[in-house]
């Protein structure tokens, strides 16, 4: 069955002078536009393509890679708005819309955005929503603390950053909890540290705590050899000195300096 909004591995049906005809099955043909094609594809081929509506709103094939595919997370940048919506560069030549209604804000051109990729029941056109949390599972997680997961993030707190985790499940990360400079829209690896009984995730940035100290003691060492075999700072130097030199808490600076 044909994915739209997803990559598929579709039959090359006969070569016209724009382009190739792939089987769509139910769908029909789906033309590969000539400007993808090469001399080596022919008939009988099959050859993997993404789908999507063009301009005119009919099925259209591309060997081009978009940013996101349907059910994605994806941050995004909007190129311009009308009375309809935003429209974001997603990597294809028709943009990709979010109607007023799944805005969370009014979008502005030239900002980018955390959205979600969905394929819209009624019309089948592929459209984006900003409102995220409708697209999160809500379920308990079937995660536990001490496991490393992906880390979308993608809005500044008061408490913290809020994250996609797995691209399933809502989390935090406190801003105490970090010690490096983080930006919406990034993806970042991080460790669970508490599962909240509403199935909320609070995590810590990077690997579990062991992979941590591994790595920082790796690290205090490198740094010691460069300063000559002798460094200022030890368990008495402020949290903020041992911040900006091994973007590590003191707690974990202290542990290694002393095992």
Same mark, same amino acid.
């Given at each position: 069955?044909?994915?739209?909004?997803k990559?598929?591995?579709?039959?090359?049906?006969?070569?016209?002078?724009?382009?190739?005809?792939?089987?769509?099955?139910?769908?029909?043909?789906i033309?590969?536009?000539?400007?993808?094609?090469?001399?080596?594809?022919?008939?009988?081929?099959?050859?993997?393509?993404?789908?999507?509506?063009?301009?005119?709103?009919?099925?259209?094939?591309?060997?081009?890679?978009?940013?996101?595919?349907?059910?994605?997370?994806?941050?995004?940048?909007?190129?311009?708005?009308?009375?309809?919506?935003?429209?974001?560069?997603?990597?294809?030549?028709?943009?990709?819309?979010?109607?007023?209604r799944?805005?969370?804000?009014?979008?502005?051109?030239?900002?980018?955005?955390? /959205?979600?990729?969905?394929? #819209? @029941?009624?019309?089948?056109? =592929?459209?984006?929503?900003?409102?995220?949390?409708?697209?999160l *599972?809500?379920?308990?997680?079937?995660?536990?603390?001490?496991?490393?997961?992906?880390?979308?993030?993608?809005?500044?707190?008061?408490?913290?950053?809020?994250?996609?985790v797995?691209?399933?499940?809502?989390?935090?990360?406190?801003?105490?909890?970090?010690?490096?400079?983080?930006?919406?829209?990034?993806?970042?690896?991080?460790?669970?540290?508490?599962?909240?009984?509403?199935g909320?995730?609070?995590?810590?940035?990077?690997?579990?705590?062991?992979?941590? /100290?591994?790595?920082?003691? #790796? @690290?205090?060492?490198?740094? =010691?050899?460069?300063?000559?075999?002798?460094?200022?700072?030890? *368990?008495?130097?402020?949290?903020?000195?041992?911040?900006?030199?091994?973007?590590?808490?003191?707690?974990?600076?202290?542990?290694?300096?002393?095992?």
């Amino acid at each position: 069955m044909l994915q739209i909004g997803k990559f598929n591995e579709l039959e090359i049906t006969h070569r016209v002078d724009f382009g190739l005809y792939l089987d769509g099955g139910e769908e029909g043909e789906i033309l590969l536009p000539l400007r993808y094609a090469t001399q080596d594809m022919k008939p009988g081929d099959k050859i993997n393509a993404f789908i999507y509506r063009d301009s005119e709103d009919r099925l259209i094939a591309t060997t081009e890679k978009p940013y996101a595919h349907v059910g994605d997370f994806a941050f995004l940048r909007v190129n311009a708005t009308n009375n309809v919506g935003a429209f974001l560069d997603w990597g294809l030549p028709k943009d990709l819309l979010v109607p007023f209604r799944e805005q969370k804000v009014r979008m502005v051109p030239g900002r980018s955005y955390t /959205v979600y990729v969905y394929l #819209d @029941d009624e019309t089948q056109r =592929i459209v984006a929503s900003a409102k995220l949390q409708k697209f999160l *599972d809500n379920k308990i997680p079937d995660i536990k603390a001490g496991d490393e997961v992906k880390a979308r993030i993608y809005q500044r707190t008061e408490l913290g950053y809020k994250v996609i985790v797995n691209d399933l499940f809502s989390g935090l990360i406190y801003h105490n909890e970090i010690f490096s400079e983080v930006n919406i829209g990034e993806l970042h690896h991080a460790t669970v540290k508490t599962v909240r009984a509403d199935g909320k995730i609070d995590l810590v940035l990077g690997k579990s705590t062991r992979n941590r /100290v591994n790595d920082l003691a #790796d @690290d205090i060492l490198d740094y =010691i050899e460069e300063c000559g075999g002798r460094i200022s700072l030890n *368990d008495s130097s402020s949290p903020e000195e041992i911040r900006e030199t091994f973007q590590c808490s003191k707690k974990d600076f202290t542990f290694n300096s002393c095992s």
